[in-house]
């Protein structure tokens, strides 16, 4: 298994938000690097939400977490019931998407690295919190 701080984040993914199924979107920088690290996250490009007054955030590393902006403070907490599925090859956590990228009911988990096709098609239910 690959040490997690060399493995590279697919900029290709398309993890879904798990509080409002919104397809997240790439950011290369992280959070600025005054801020307080989440897991070595500081640069590290991830995947955040962009539905208004929504800080989830995925990197495989990570998996999902929440970003809050408090009195110019950020902390950083895992979302509850979200990270449940781990890669076998590379430890990491695996993201939640529409199968085949496309607009369908069916979803799937899918490994974050660069280049590995690692999938899981057998978790049922279109949401594990729901």
Not at 43 to 63: E, I, K, L, M, T
Not at 106 to 126: A, L, M, N, P
Request: negative net charge.
């Amino acid at each position: 298994m690959k040490e997690t701080s060399t493995l590279v984040i697919n900029k290709n993914a398309r993890p879904l938000c798990p509080r409002d199924n919104s397809t997240m979107r790439y950011e290369t920088d992280g959070v600025a690097a005054e801020s307080k690290a989440y897991a070595g996250e500081e640069n590290a490009p991830w995947y955040r939400c962009g539905q208004v007054d929504c800080g989830v955030h995925f990197s495989p590393s990570s998996g999902y977490f929440t970003v809050v902006n408090v009195l110019e403070h950020l902390s950083f907490a895992d979302e509850q019931g979200a990270n449940l599925l781990q890669c076998p090859l590379h430890g990491t956590w695996l993201y939640r998407c529409r199968e085949d990228n496309g607009s369908g009911d069916k979803f799937v988990w899918r490994c974050g690295v660069q280049d590995c096709d690692y999938i899981r098609t057998d978790v049922s239910g279109t949401w594990l919190r729901e």
